[in-house]
């Protein structure tokens, strides 16, 4: 997939941008901006939801949470990150990101460089089964780790 330039311009509140909205594995996705250098996403988080320890091998990622309180593994350390904390996941670090709680946790997600983030949305978009998302998300260089023990 070739990666657009960007324009200027504003993405409205709740909505993602041209009105995509993804819903991968019962979060919901909204893509805010895309370019070469980086691709933002608006999610939420329903309680009890989450993504398992992972390593992006080619991508820096970040997280503005803006409502509740996400559990993280970050580099195998146990992490909290509530309301105004930032997160910095350096590519190659792997982590992981956990609803425990009873409210949905609403953030603002980014990678930089984009790679491939983007178009592994669209493809695991709806997709129920985890092994096939594990399977597609290793054909963007994104690792999932075998669980604990």
Not at 13 to 28: R, S
Request: charged content about 15%.
């Amino acid at each position: 997939m070739s990666i657009p330039t960007m324009s200027a311009g504003i993405t409205p509140a709740n909505q993602g941008e041209n009105g995509i909205v993804w819903n991968i594995l019962g979060q919901t996705y909204k893509p805010k901006q895309l370019s070469d250098s980086s691709f933002s996403f608006d999610t939420l988080f329903p309680p009890g939801t989450f993504v398992p320890p992972h390593i992006h091998h080619d991508q820096d990622e970040f997280i503005y949470v803006h409502e509740g309180r996400f559990d993280m593994v970050l580099d195998g350390q146990a992490a909290v990150a509530g309301t105004g904390d930032f997160i910095r996941m350096p590519r190659g670090i792997p982590h992981g990101i956990f609803n425990k709680g009873t409210a949905p946790v609403r953030a603002l997600f980014w990678v930089s460089p984009a790679t491939g983030l983007y178009e592994l949305f669209t493809r695991i978009h709806n997709v129920a089964d985890p092994a096939e998302v594990i399977r597609l998300a290793a054909l963007y260089n994104i690792t999932f780790l075998p669980p604990p023990g």
